[in-house]
T-cell receptor, first 112, second 108 residues
Framework: DGGITQSPKYLFRKEGQNVTLSCEQN?????MYWYRQDPGQGLRLIYY???????QKGDIAEGYSVSREKKESFPLTVTSAQKNPTAFYLC???????????FGSGTRLTVV | GQSLEQPSEVTAVEGAIVQINCTYQ??????LSWYQQHDGGAPTFLSY????GLEETGRFSSFLSRSDSYGYLLLQELQMKDSASYFC?????????FGQGTELSVKP
């Protein structure tokens, strides 16, 4: 079945560490997105990529980095510069012939 | 800039009809979408309005009026499983911008 796989489901980070969240899709979608969700809040866009080897900053890109070397993969690195990284991170993709975004099941990141 | 406003909470009883409103202050967008998210889960796409008017998909309907900068999601024959958060979102410049979400509680 086609879909988006995010891993890990839960991630714990120590202060000062960089961590990378994985996002893989087998939907053959060109566009991929990373969102951050805080408790009781909407989704805020971190980074997005519309084609391989190209990506743009979203509304809250500071302290995050991404790469898009393959169409299927769009990993997100949460760097030590992100001062408040504890949140629920959602990866999404979108095909050209469909208005809806498909979301992964998310990674819950906690700073310990 | 852009912003979307939704009520933070709505409560309704099983079998009833509920309407979740979304007003927006943005321009140049391609349409209004609605997503459902159960607690701790992934958002799932419900509907899209590219043109003014009503779109119906089973028990769910969505409406858009560009002249009024307003849309809504209508849920009929409410079921307990409809308890979730509902987000409106606009597609603009290749990005999906979300509202803060409305938490719907369905009571027996």
């Amino acid at each position: 079945d086609g879909g988006i796989t995010q891993s890990p489901k839960y991630l714990f980070r120590k202060e000062g560490q960089n961590v990378t969240l994985s996002c893989e899709q087998n939907l053959n979608h060109d566009a991929m997105y990373w969102y951050r969700q805080d408790p009781g809040q909407g989704l805020r866009l971190i980074y997005y990529s519309q084609i391989v080897n190209d990506f743009q900053k979203g509304d809250i890109a500071e302290g995050y980095s991404v790469s898009r070397e393959k169409k299927e993969s769009f990993p997100l690195t949460v760097t030590s510069a992100q001062k408040n990284p504890t949140a629920f991170y959602l990866c999404a993709s979108k095909g050209q012939a469909y208005y809806g975004y498909t979301f992964g099941s998310g990674t819950r990141l906690t700073v310990v | 800039g852009q912003s979307l406003e939704q009520p933070s909470e709505v409560t309704a009883v099983e079998g009833a009809i509920v309407q979740i409103n979304c007003t927006y202050q943005t321009s140049g967008f391609y349409g209004l979408s609605w997503y459902q998210q159960h607690d701790g889960g992934a958002p799932t796409f419900l509907s899209y309005n590219g043109l003014d008017g009503l779109e119906e998909t089973g028990r769910f309907s969505s409406f858009l009026s560009r002249s009024d900068s307003y849309g809504y999601l209508l849920l009929q024959e409410l079921q307990m499983k409809d308890s979730a958060s509902y987000f409106c979102a606009v597609l603009r410049g290749g990005k999906l911008i979300f509202g803060q979400g409305t938490e719907l509680s369905v009571k027996p």
